[in-house]
């Protein structure tokens, strides 16, 4: 019965089942027990992310990396492992890109929106404002009108009193005078009692 190996401990100590060296030449270097173990353990422990994705190659078999008897076969592993990441990180970088483009339109469809809301609020206050501007400048001419009638109504009434003065004299001009100025205040809208 094998026993479960730690990680961290497989790494400080030396495995208690020595695999056996197959006889190689001088040439090749002998399988190290300890990336086996390791191997082994890291394919036992991890489930692979290979086979939900299309893009990335499957990953090597147990038999494979059992295999492993030479530098050069770890160069290529080595190197395999570092293609697989670059397409992961490929990947990932084009997904991300496809995020930050989606929440730029759904940004820009928001700022697109919202200008068009100020800008409908803007047309709206002008027209007020000119509704109201318009307004004022009516009643502006309507006050100068009624303005310019009273005038025109106190000029006559100045000019009989002139008459008056002159034809009934200056004895009863300050009763006279009192009676025009209540009869010019009335015509502007004032309530004026006579006695």
């Known amino acids: 019965m094998k026993k479960k190996v730690n990680l961290k401990s497989s790494l400080l100590e030396t495995p208690t089942e020595m695999v056996d060296f ?10 190290s027990p300890l990336f ?7 394919k036992k422990s991890t489930v692979s992310t290979s086979k939900n994705k299309k893009t990335d190659k499957p ?24 293609d697989h990441l670059k397409r992961h990180i490929e990947h990932s970088h084009s ?17 697109k929106i919202q200008t068009q809301a100020c ?8 027209k007020e404002y000119k509704k109201m501007s318009e307004r004022v400048s009516e009643s502006r001419e309507a006050m100068q009108h ?17 008459i008056f003065k002159v034809v009934l004299g200056f004895h009863q001009l300050s009763h006279l005078e ?5 009869m010019s205040l009335d015509s502007r809208g004032s309530t004026v009692y006579y006695n």
């Open 22 to 31: 197959p006889s190689s030449s001088p040439n090749e270097s002998p399988k």
């Open 36 to 42: 086996t173990i390791i191997n082994d353990n890291k």
């Open 59 to 82: 990953q090597p078999t147990i038999a494979a990396v059992k295999n492993l008897g030479t530098i050069s076969d770890l160069k290529d592993l080595v190197s395999s492992r570092l």
């Open 95 to 111: 997904e991300i890109i496809k995020d930050l483009q989606a929440s730029h339109s759904r940004l820009h469809k928001r700022f």
């Open 119 to 126: 800008q409908q609020a803007m047309d709206e206050a002008e």
């Open 146 to 162: 009624a303005k310019h009638q009273s005038l025109s109504f106190q000029n006559p009434v100045r000019k009989q009193l002139i």
């Open 178 to 182: 009192l009676i025009f100025e209540r």
